[in-house]
């Protein structure tokens, strides 16, 4: 069931009856899902698919990533905005992160793996891989269940065909004494779903809908994962589906680390003729990830905004 309580997040649980296709529990959860990501933008998934053997793993291998030399973490490097290496500066001086291209694909993981350590390191890779197709697969389920609700599942075939993923890698160090706690600034995600996971350590804060109240992600269960939406998504939905602002503040006193799978479509999006109608007329052209994330990217003061209305909204 979808948690009432308005200073929460919601939490819906992934696992045994409520993901068998056709049930009555199957519907309700999607019902819920829908309801959550319109009202909130995002939701507390627990998903069982992922064990907390693999929980504790994964955590293990990527700790030494952020040790190795400036110069072998700068190999992980991209042409395309925040797809590569974040070195720890202005704005953000707490965070250091890497980003794994189609980390589902064990070629790509073993790419990446060599550009770290050239000479290989085998439990990192397939623990990292592991992680990254189960959590591709949490993506796709809930994908699935949203389609469904919304009922444009003869959609999902293609949508899912041209979906690629981008797992970014965080850590965000203790601030000194007196310095900013800001871990991550606030902004949306440009992406059509996130997959969100953490070590023990909170941080991520999610704003409600009215922009009134900052909402903490405090799950202890180490098979909760934050499950959210991007901008994407908001137009594909023709402006129903929310793509909350999050932020990160660093509380603790130890270091916090996670991890963060991000799909993104290859193929033109657009919003289904399904969701046209009097009450709810097109509210979005047609545009793709790419010419998106440039427009992003051209001005640093859209980080904290909402841009697509702006970049491809239709002027009523």
């Known amino acids: 069931m979808v948690s009432e309580t308005p200073s929460k997040l919601p939490t819906i649980e992934l696992g045994g009856e ?9 519907k309700t959860t999607c ?17 069982d698919k992922v064990s907390i053997d693999l929980h504790n793993k994964v955590f293990k291998v990527i700790e030494p990533m952020f040790d190795l030399p400036e110069e072998v973490k700068a190999r992980n490097w991209s042409n395309l905005p925040y797809h590569g290496y974040y070195k720890p500066g202005y704005p953000m001086p707490l965070l250091d992160s890497f980003g794994v291209e189609n980390a589902p694909s064990f070629d790509m993981t073993v790419k990446f793996t060599t550009l770290l350590w050239p000479h290989g390191n085998p439990q990192f890779c397939e623990t990292l891989h592991e992680y990254a197709k ?3 697969e949490l993506e796709q389920l809930v994908t699935r269940m949203i389609f469904e609700s919304y009922g444009v599942e003869k959609y999902l075939e293609s949508h899912l065909k041209s979906t690629s993923y981008l797992l970014r890698i965080a850590k965000y160090r203790v601030p000194y004494k007196d310095e900013d706690n800001l871990g991550a600034l606030g902004h949306t995600d440009k992406n059509f779903v996130t997959i969100l996971h ?5 941080g991520l804060e999610v704003l409600t809908k009215d ?57 033109t999006i657009e919003t289904p003729k ?9 509210q979005f052209k047609p545009f793709d990830y790419m010419g998106l994330l440039g427009f992003y990217t051209e001005d640093v003061t859209r980080m904290g905004v909402c841009t697509i209305k702006d970049y491809c909204g239709v002027q009523n």
């Open 18 to 26: 409520n993901t068998k296709t056709g049930t009555n529990q199957w």
């Open 31 to 47: 019902k819920n899902i829908r309801k959550a990501m319109e009202e909130f933008g995002c939701f507390i998934a627990i998903y």
């Open 134 to 136: 189960k959590t591709s």
């Open 198 to 202: 953490q070590n023990d350590i909170h």
């Open 211 to 267: 922009g009134q109240h900052w909402l903490s992600y405090d799950h202890s269960s180490p098979q909760s994962f934050v499950v959210m939406a991007g901008e994407p998504f908001l137009a594909w939905s023709n402006n129903r589906i929310h793509a909350p602002i999050h932020r990160v503040i660093m509380k603790g006193e130890k270091p916090r680390y996670s991890l963060a799978l991000f799909s993104t479509s290859k193929d």
């Open 274 to 282: 399904e969701l046209v109608d009097d009450d709810h007329p097109l």
